[in-house]
């Protein structure tokens, strides 16, 4: 397994909840403490770095990751000893009976209950989703006290998957946004200077309404910024003909050009979309309208900030398994490397 790989697994296995993050934060600063010029965590527990460039000049330019996870909260207890919970970020209730969870600081063990196939009543009980309210988390407890005690009201839970190969593909949990994390990384690791000055904020609570790169972005006060996502894939088998897939994995790296939180700069479009083309590097436009980054809260940052989101396809996410093509991992650390270090204030000049 190469280093990039191994790092990728950390911060993939590492528990990171919105408002939880610590774990990823120490994964993170290991990964670039020997590399970066300045480094602090500000109050609400953004890593704020900074990597001067070649050029004393160069633009301000913020690159953000976040740090956080879609995962759980213990919100009560019953009399049986099984914890009622709520969501953290958005998660698809069809997919929680049955899954295994990783319970607080110690991890403990839970699972979510499903009531066995054979004691459903009729078909109509069979096709039903049940709701989260409705759920349980079982951890073995043997009552309310005992639950309590193990996990009180407020502990934060996560899904207990592992990363794993497959093929030319990885699989694990919290791809959205540890691929991120993992491509910024990989650029600040990089051992020659760019022409830019490279602001990289690891964000948190991004899954909860962007909040870290709300104050990042007003902190770094940047001349423009990257937003770097795992996003969604979904080139399954179609079941409807005639609409196009937001992304596909294998087909490169994602370019935002609108989502739901905000409209690209169309000067950051071209560039990016121009160095892919130069270097004959894949990329696909994700189909616009859908989804929403750190670049929603960077770009009304004070006066404004022009913004861009390149992101890494990933099957599955928001689950436990996400799953991403590494060669599409590796082009998206090359076409934000050589998009940087294109960059400059002629990119950024407004046309009449
Ligand atoms: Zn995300």
Do not use: W
């Not at 890593?47 to 913020?62: F, P, W, Y």
């Not at 078909?123 to 349980?136: H, N, R």
């Amino acid at each position: 397994m190469s280093e990039s790989q191994m790092i990728l697994q950390q911060l993939s296995e590492a528990t990171g909840v919105s408002g939880d993050e610590q774990d990823v934060r120490s994964v993170v600063l290991n990964a670039i403490r020997a590399c970066v010029d300045d480094l602090r965590i500000d109050s609400i527990g953004n890593i704020l770095a900074v990597k001067r460039g070649k050029d004393e000049n160069g633009v301000r330019v913020m690159v953000s990751a976040h740090m956080d996870e879609v995962g759980f909260m213990v919100v009560g207890h019953n009399g049986d000893g099984f914890l009622k919970f709520r969501t953290v970020g958005g998660i698809d209730a069809r997919i929680l009976p049955g899954a295994s969870i990783s319970v607080g600081p110690k991890r403990l063990p839970g699972v979510i209950g499903v009531k066995p196939v054979h004691l459903l009543k009729s078909s109509d009980e069979a096709e039903q989703v049940a709701k989260v309210d409705d759920l349980m988390v079982d951890i073995g407890a043997k009552n309310k006290s005992e639950a309590e005690k193990l996990a009180p009201l407020g502990t934060y839970a996560t899904f207990a998957s592992h990363f794993r190969e497959l093929g030319p593909c990885v699989s694990g949990k919290a791809f959205d946004d540890r691929a991120g994390c993992a491509i910024l990384i990989e650029v600040l690791r990089a051992t020659e200077a760019l022409g830019c000055e490279l602001h990289a904020a690891f964000t948190v609570q991004e899954e909860v309404g962007l909040r870290g790169a709300r104050v990042a972005a007003f902190a770094i006060d940047p001349e423009c910024a990257f937003a770097l996502e795992g996003t969604i894939a979904d080139d399954l088998p179609k079941d409807k003909p005639g609409t196009s897939p937001t992304t596909e994995l294998g087909k490169g790296p994602a370019i935002t050009v609108m989502d739901r939180s905000f409209i690209a700069d169309r000067r950051l479009v071209r560039l990016v979309t121009g160095t892919a083309e130069e270097l004959g590097i894949p990329y696909q436009i994700k189909q616009p309208g859908i989804g929403g980054t750190d670049a929603g809260a960077i770009h009304r940052s004070r006066g404004g900030v022009p913004s861009i989101t390149l992101a890494v396809p990933c099957r599955y996410i928001h689950s436990p398994a996400a799953l991403m093509n590494l060669a599409d991992f590796g082009r998206t650390v090359r076409l934000l490397r050589e998009s940087l270090s294109r960059l400059t204030r002629d990119t950024l000049r407004r046309e009449p």
